[in-house]
């Protein structure tokens, strides 16, 4: 088993508070032997006076200084580009002044005047090379004005690419600024929206301290090789932001810039996962492997239990070639999620409605599509005067939530983006993509699906309304209608198909195996 870590350090920049502080700006810098500075900041700072006020102090203390200010919102390619040229021009030390913006931007200045290399040599793979930043860089002092983003004491530049449509950065312990200066004098002429964001986003970083992994849990490195933090929230931060940790070089590089589309369910127990695994690559596939085959064994008997033809629905689950492939020594969270759904049906067929009500909120939280089968189920409870465990499904919702916000802040709220940038980007396998591929606009056949499923459903709940929730069709109509179509989606409708009496959702299910065989075998 990987040797685990038994030592730690604290790495931090010195820090000078108080109001009033960066009226010594000027003497700090001297001190730092600086007799050339770059003031960067954004428009709004240049303007309030701050930096001409910052380069008044800076000639009292000897230190000739210049302004770059050429900052619009996030860092992105053409700002890094305009401020690196500034950089270049002669100075030997570096004055971030504003929010995280500034401060990211003095860092990469302060890395552009030291070291050769463009922007793409030290950006984070796969957008750029990662290439480490080689030594330390020229002497650099944070000034911040606002509270939340804590860059005066980070190692990352956060960097904006527009044209590929997401943020990734620089992370070395070597950006780390020399000195931070906080002067709450600073935050004054922050917009009250601001202070208000600043210190929810403050909060926030203070309540990461409880959700860090344990130093004793991770991989004993080499030195130059350990990470300059730990901590990291699926929701919020992406793999490409930790490019040395173990896992990363195993992940597929279509997922190394996108943030969890997963529920707080599934993310939790995949904690627990990484505790019991550790850095062992073998015991994470196998215990892995080993979940998912057990999801499909629960799914299998829990469609036989509900279903008339016990024998037949558990063949037809647990003969499955397709689900063979992906499940019996594979594994998903589709199984998980879908053994929750089925487990939910099972417990409301024996009575144990609060169990059942608890049970559909954990699928839901393990993956948000199982949602789509709750009005049906609920529209078919009331047609047939059927009780519902209101109490269980709103006590498990309170404590998913609290914990989920404990551990993720509010970023699990947020997974649906990621989730819609799939779908919009749509899978070669999916009908929509498909339809596409014989000209029609890929927006147009995509929406042309989404009607076509919508009206599908209106027609389902009708059919609830009346008695009969049609869940194994109701899947079936998703993985026709979705744009983002993945071989093992099946197991959302094969089970629901084996455990209901609805001859044509286990034809149409049937043919959605077939058709997506091809996509797990080669033929």
């Known amino acids: 088993m990987t040797e685990t870590a038994t030592t730690f350090?604290?790495?931090?920049?010195?820090?000078?508070?108080?109001?009033?502080?960066?009226?010594?700006?000027?003497e700090h810098l001297a001190q730092l032997g600086i007799t050339r500075a770059l003031v960067v900041c954004d428009a709004f700072v240049s303007s309030s006076g701050l930096a001409e006020q910052l380069q008044a102090a800076l000639g009292k203390a000897g230190v000739e200084s210049g302004v770059f200010d050429r900052i619009s919102g996030e860092p992105s390619e053409d700002s890094v580009a305009d401020a690196r040229d500034a950089a270049r021009q002669g100075y030997d030390g570096f004055i971030g002044v504003g929010g995280g913006s500034a401060l990211d931007t003095a860092k990469l200045c302060a890395l552009f005047a030291t070291h050769a290399g463009e922007l793409l040599d030290y950006v984070n793979a796969p957008i750029g090379r990662g290439i480490p930043v080689p030594g330390p860089i020229l002497p650099l002092v944070a000034l911040p004005t606002t509270s939340g983003t804590g860059s005066e004491v980070t190692t990352v530049a956060v960097i904006d690419f527009p044209r590929l449509g997401t943020k990734t950065g620089v992370s070395h312990r070597h950006l780390r600024p020399t000195l931070a200066i906080v002067d709450p004098a600073l935050?004054?002429?922050?917009?009250?929206?601001?202070t208000a964001a600043t210190g929810i986003d403050a909060l926030m970083h203070a309540l990461e301290a409880y959700t860090v992994s344990a130093y004793d849990t991770r991989a004993r490195l080499p030195l130059p090789q350990r990470p300059p933090y730990q901590g990291a929230n699926p929701y919020s931060d992406k793999p490409s932001e930790f490019p040395d940790d173990p896992a990363f070089e195993r992940m597929g590089a279509n997922w190394r810039e996108t943030t969890t589309v997963y529920g707080p369910v599934f993310t939790l127990a995949s904690e627990g996962h990484a505790v019991v695994a550790r850095d062992s690559p073998a015991a994470a596939a196998w215990l892995y492997k080993g979940l998912g085959a057990l999801a499909m064994l629960v799914l299998t008997g829990l469609a036989a239990f509900l279903a008339r033809e016990t024998a037949f629905a558990a063949a037809f689950v647990g003969w499955n070639p397709l689900l063979a492939v992906h499940f019996a020594g594979g594994g998903h969270n589709d199984a998980w999620m879908m053994a929750l759904v089925l487990g939910a049906l099972a417990l409301g067929a024996v009575g144990k409605r609060q169990w059942a009500g608890a049970a559909w909120v954990g699928a839901i939280a393990i993956k948000w599509v199982a949602v789509v089968f709750l009005p049906l189920r609920a529209l078919e409870a009331r047609a047939q005067g059927?009780?519902?465990?209101?109490?269980?499904?709103?006590?498990?919702?309170?404590?998913?939530?609290?914990?989920?916000t404990w551990r993720y802040g509010t970023g699990w709220l947020e997974a649906f983006g990621p989730l819609a940038k799939n779908l919009r980007e749509g899978a070669h396998y999916s009908l929509p993509s498909r339809l596409a591929s014989l000209g029609v606009p890929h927006d147009a056949a995509v929406a042309l699906f989404a009607v076509l499923f919508a009206l599908a459903y209106l027609w389902l709940l009708r059919d609830a309304w009346r008695g009969r929730a049609r869940l194994g069709l109701c899947a079936d109509l998703v993985l026709v209608a979705t744009p983002w179509l993945i071989a093992w989606y099946a197991v959302w409708a094969v089970p629901l198909a084996a455990a209901e009496e609805d001859r044509a959702a286990r034809l149409l299910a049937l043919g959605l195996c077939a058709y997506l065989l091809r996509n797990a075998v080669p033929l």
């Not at 009780?387 to 998913?400: E, I, K, S, T, Y």
Request: aromatic share 4%.
């Open 9 to 26: 350090g604290l790495d931090t920049t010195r820090v000078v508070f108080g109001a009033g502080a960066s009226e010594e700006t000027g």
């Open 386 to 404: 059927r009780r519902v465990g209101h109490l269980g499904f709103a006590a498990a919702a309170v404590v998913v939530a609290a914990l989920a």
């Open 187 to 194: 935050t004054v002429s922050c917009p009250p929206g601001v």
